[in-house]
Structure formats: structure tokens, C-alpha cells
């Protein structure tokens, strides 16, 4: 008998709000060993961090300068950099099966990244997706960065968006090992505040049609 071709709507969203990073990395391991046992295709994790540094497996971008006093630094098994978050800023972490979304890698990536610039699309800010540096970039500006890790099909951590973060945990760290980037937030970008609870409903909301995009509800 044929699989069923997984919908949108088969894809759980989660909003767990303002939790250590921790905490998230549990629950990135609980649902993706969930879906290596074989159980549904993924979930979206939508959701803020406390002021925290992290590391990527790439140890030559891991350039952390100061870390201010009382903020961790935490090695993570993702692709790229170091690079900072803190209130403010929407993190997205899609655990998911690529095999079972018919997704490779890259597509993976592109269209998380297609999503992002779809949000910020809505609030009025065109944001190019970039594989090379990886990322969501504003005329140069750098407003969202993208790390995974990929095992067994399975992908863990995603993409972080500056949305009305200050940007100074920034300043601590040569940003994803680039030294002349500029990092930027929407709220910069646009003069205004932005409501994160309703950007991250959205958020989860466009992730899921991008993973599954003949399917969305």
C-alpha cells in the first residue's frame, strides 16, 4: 500500500515561549528519536531564548570574543558558528524527516529559508535567502542565520530571526565566523515594533506549507 503524502496539517506546532536552550535541545531529542522509532514527520518548534552564546561544529567559525558575565556558551552539534540568542528573536527548529517529506538537504534548507523571508515579506521587509553565507540578508545586513544537523533523515535545529532583540549579545562574537558582517532586526529595519507571539503563529504556520507545500491547508 502507497505512504500517504504527509500534509501541513500532519506536521505538530509546538509553542513552548521563553525557554533555556537546554530545555529545547531535550525537546528537539525526544521528537526526533520519536520519528526515528517511525512515528508521524515532524514538528515545528517555534519558540525565545534567555541570553545565550552558541557554538557550531565548524570550530574555525566559533570566534566568541567576551562573553558577558552570566551568559552561557554552549557547544551544539549544528552546522556553522558561533552566534547569539536572546528575548526578541523568533527561533524556529524543524524536527522533521526529509524522507518522508521527499526533501534533500538543501531543499530543506531553502525552504525554511523561503519561509522566513515570507514573514518578514509580510511585515514589509524583503529579505534574500542566501546559501553562501547562510542565511536571510537586508541589503547586506544579516537578520537571520540558519545551522542544522542532519542524522538518520532526521534534522534538528534551524533558523534563528532577529526580530526586537537589541543585537548586543552580537558584539561578543565575530557573528557566524564573519567578521564584516552587520546584523540587523526588523525592528531596526523598519522603525517599529513587531508582535512576536503573532510572528511566531505565522512562522510555525508558513514552515509547515513549506514542507509541505501541495498540501497546505
Known amino acids: 500500500m502507497p505512504h500517504a503524502v504527509p500534509a501541513a496539517r500532519d506536521i505538530d506546532l509546538r509553542f513552548p515561549g521563553r525557554i533555556g536552550f537546554a530545555e529545547a535541545v531535550v525537546l528537539q531529542q525526544r521528537a526526533a528519536e520519536a520519528l526515528k522509532a517511525g512515528a508521524g514527520v515532524g514538528t515545528v518548534f517555534v519558540l525565545e531564548h534567555p541570553p545565550v552564546i552558541t557554538l557550531g561544529a565548524n570550530k574555525k567559525l566559533n570566534q566568541v570574543l567576551a562573553a558577558p558575565p552570566g551568559v552561557p556558551v554552549i557547544q551544539t552539534d549544528r552546522g556553522g558558528g558561533a552566534t547569539a540568542h536572546e528575548p526578541g528573536q523568533l527561533v524556529v527548529y524543524p524536527v522533521v ?3 518522508r517529506l521527499g526533501l534533500g538537504v538543501k531543499e530543506f ?3 525554511i529559508l523561503g519561509a522566513g523571508a515570507m514573514l518578514l515579506a509580510e511585515m514589509g521587509l524583503a529579505a534574500e535567502p542566501r546559501l553562501d553565507p547562510l542565511g536571510l540578508w537586508v541589503d547586506g545586513r544579516k ?3 540558519m545551522g542544522i544537523h542532519v542524522s538518520r533523515f532526521v534534522t534538528t535545529h534551524g533558523l534563528a530571526i532577529n526580530l526586537v532583540n537589541d543585537l548586543g549579545l552580537f558584539s561578543a562574537m565575530v557573528p ?3 567578521p564584516d558582517v552587520r546584523m540587523t532586526s526588523a ?3 523598519l522603525g517599529r515594533d513587531v508582535d512576536t507571539a503573532a510572528a511566531a503563529r505565522r512562522m510555525a504556520g508558513l514552515a509547515a506549507q513549506a514542507l509541505c507545500p501541495d498540501n497546505a491547508p
Open 187 to 189: 525592528a531596526r529595519e
Open 176 to 178: 557566524c565566523g564573519l
Open 97 to 99: 524527516h526529509l524522507r
Open 143 to 145: 537578520i537571520a542565520s
Open 109 to 111: 534548507v531553502l525552504r
